[in-house]
Nanobody, 123 residues
């Protein structure tokens, strides 16, 4: 059974940092891409970062490029999202999701999702 479990969310002040974790199990980690998405109240879920575990290539949306860093720990089957210089507009529920092999920004391309973790950035 594919499982993704996010952790690391919380409340932080503007300019602060958080590191999210996505622990994966039930599938061959190297055969999947893991994406990070977020959804703010009243808004659509948007893709912000992804890493293709087959070759380690990272991708970022323009809204987080230069501030967030995605990485994979193959020994722990865990993907991290280091978030720096956080802004109030980063406030959302953050989800990780898995899709076969290659990254995509399309929500419907992902077969498995975690339960989400709340990130709140106070001004």
């Amino acid at each position: 059974e594919v499982q993704l479990v996010e952790s690391g969310g919380g409340l932080v002040q503007t300019g602060g940092s958080l590191r999210l974790s996505c622990a994966a199990s039930g599938f061959t980690f190297e055969d999947y891409a893991i994406g990070w998405f977020r959804q703010a109240p009243g808004k659509e879920r948007e893709g912000i970062s992804c890493i293709s575990n087959s070759d380690g290539t990272p991708y970022y949306s323009d809204s987080v490029k230069g501030r967030f860093t995605i990485s994979s720990d193959y020994a722990k089957n865990t993907v991290y999202l280091q978030m720096n210089t956080l802004k109030p507009e980063d406030t959302a529920v953050y989800y990780c999701a898995a899709t076969r092999y290659w990254c995509s920004w399309g929500v419907h391309e992902y077969q498995s999702w975690g339960q989400g973790t709340q990130v709140t950035v106070s001004s």
